[in-house]
């Protein structure tokens, strides 16, 4: 059950960045589950911690560079 538990949390967060939400939205909902899941690991509803990786921001800032009027 822990491993279903932890594939079922995969698959959300790819669900989450297929519909287009925000970085900061799907982190927000994954830390959420992650919390629940320590509870559970504690309460003895589940044997092995569980853990859903945060996604990473992969936009890449472009340098500008100084504009010629300022050079």
């Not at 698959?11 to 939205?25: D, F, S």
């Not at 320590?38 to 100084?66: C, D, F, S, T």
């Amino acid at each position: 059950m822990d491993k279903l538990i932890e594939l079922d949390g995969v698959e959300y967060k790819k669900y989450l960045q297929a519909i287009g939400l925000e970085v900061i939205t799907i982190n927000r909902k994954i830390a959420s589950i992650n919390v629940f899941c320590q509870w559970m690991l504690k309460q003895g509803y589940i044997k092995e911690p569980i853990h859903i990786e945060a996604v990473r921001n992969k936009v890449i800032r472009q340098y500008k560079g100084l504009e010629d009027r300022d050079l």
